[in-house]
């Protein structure tokens, strides 16, 4: 499933005999029939309007032992590849572009949001620190939360409509959510990516304040605000797991 299709479908969770089990809901007037899909994000589910949360259920429930086993081969495929050495030198992303890892004093690896077009040549981090994984989190975290709200009061006025609040996220399966409420939910994570691609998934939730849907009109909102969002989705799609390494 694409990003764009990914990036806010709502989230549920059923008990599939000793296993809790969290998916995602993506209805469709395509549809006809409710159909499962299980991959590195999870299980997500396709449905039509009509279906109901317990014919839904009483589908999965149908599939366990199908859920269950891919569930499983997934996490041990993923216990398999070896985690992310974060040490002096690593080269990490940052907005689309790659910078090493480097040691510092620990006033120099104090966290401070840098714009886009900053001259930066690396990521700090602190001679001191026991828990690279943390710090280089933290880093992310400082450089992400500022460049969101401003890339979503910048779509909020094209849309005019502005977010209630924005907010980060440590979700694994999506890149980003709205709530009825106008509260916009992104991942951290997501400032490794490109400019434009962080544009589409702000774009996509901000979009989501005036279509609380994945119908045309929210299509259609999305490209009025975001032109070119296509190919910034593409880009996504092809390197989503990149940006999920750690």
Same mark, same amino acid.
């Given at each position: 499933?694409?990003?764009? *299709?990914?990036?806010?479908?709502?989230?549920?969770?059923?008990?599939?005999?000793?296993?809790?089990?969290?998916?995602?809901?993506?209805?469709?007037?395509?549809? *006809?029939?409710?159909?499962?899909?299980?991959?590195?994000?999870?299980?997500?589910?396709?449905?039509?309007?009509?279906?109901?949360?317990?014919?839904?259920?009483?589908?999965?429930?149908?599939?366990? $032992?199908?859920?269950?086993?891919?569930?499983?081969?997934?996490?041990?495929?993923?216990?398999?590849?070896?985690?992310?050495?974060?040490?002096?030198?690593?080269?990490? !992303?940052?907005?689309?572009?790659?910078?090493? !890892? $480097?040691?510092?004093?620990?006033?120099?690896?104090?966290?401070?949001?840098?714009?886009?077009?900053?001259?930066?040549?690396?990521?700090?981090?602190?001679?001191?620190?026991?828990?690279?994984?943390?710090?280089?989190?933290?880093?992310?975290?400082?450089?992400?939360?500022?460049?969101?709200?401003? =890339?979503?009061?910048?779509?909020?006025?094209?849309?005019?409509?502005?977010?209630?609040?924005?907010?980060?996220?440590?979700? =694994?399966?999506?890149?980003?959510?709205?709530?009825?409420?106008?509260?916009?939910?992104?991942?951290?994570?997501?400032?490794?990516?490109?400019?434009?691609?962080?544009?589409?998934?702000?774009?996509?939730?901000?979009?989501?304040?005036?279509?609380?849907?994945?119908?045309?009109?929210?299509?259609?909102?999305?490209?009025?605000?975001?032109?070119?969002?296509?190919?910034?989705?593409?880009?996504?799609?092809?390197?989503? =797991?990149?940006?999920? =390494?750690?």
């Amino acid at each position: 499933m694409s990003a764009r *299709r990914r990036a806010a479908l709502p989230s549920h969770t059923i008990a599939l005999g000793a296993m809790e089990v969290e998916y995602l809901l993506q209805r469709s007037v395509r549809r *006809r029939t409710i159909g499962l899909r299980i991959d590195e994000g999870g299980l997500r589910v396709s449905a039509p309007p009509y279906a109901s949360l317990p014919d839904i259920e009483a589908a999965l429930i149908g599939h366990r $032992q199908w859920i269950v086993d891919k569930l499983r081969t997934w996490k041990k495929r993923a216990a398999s590849t070896p985690p992310l050495a974060l040490e002096h030198g690593t080269e990490l !992303l940052w907005m689309g572009r790659s910078l090493p !890892l $480097q040691r510092v004093s620990a006033t120099e690896a104090i966290p401070r949001p840098v714009g886009p077009n900053s001259s930066i040549e690396f990521i700090p981090l602190s001679d001191l620190c026991e828990d690279p994984l943390s710090a280089v989190t933290s880093w992310y975290v400082a450089q992400a939360l500022p460049w969101f709200r401003s =890339r979503a009061l910048f779509f909020g006025s094209r849309l005019g409509r502005l977010p209630r609040e924005v907010r980060l996220s440590n979700a =694994r399966g999506r890149w980003g959510s709205c709530t009825s409420t106008g509260v916009i939910r992104l991942n951290w994570r997501l400032i490794q990516a490109s400019p434009d691609e962080i544009d589409y998934v702000v774009a996509h939730e901000v979009a989501h304040l005036a279509e609380m849907n994945h119908s045309p009109a929210f299509w259609d909102t999305v490209e009025r605000i975001c032109p070119g969002w296509r190919s910034a989705s593409d880009l996504l799609d092809a390197r989503d =797991r990149l940006y999920r =390494r750690f």
